[in-house]
């Protein structure tokens, strides 16, 4: 079963880390529904929020592999509800 989370992550430096954020995300757009971007140029950081919808352990992995890239901060908020 499937289920419905919010992947939240901050990319401390976007010019480095962008480009490998979007790499990654482009793998899992099968589970992507939708994202958020917000370029805070002031302060040079990105805030991205993701929905997905996909198996715990395809979330699960794509967290992991986010929160590996250098100066990437990442959270992950997974429903307790199965959907189909």
Known sequence: MKRVAVISA???EPD???QQFN????KYKHIIRG???IPCEVENISVIS???VGELDEINTLTGKLGKIPSVLVKT????KEVK
């Open 10 to 12: 901050i990319l401390e």
């Open 16 to 18: 480095i880390s962008q």
């Open 23 to 26: 790499s990654i995300l482009s």
């Open 35 to 37: 994202r958020m971007g």
């Open 50 to 52: 993701i929905v997905v």
């Open 77 to 80: 908020s997974i429903s307790k």
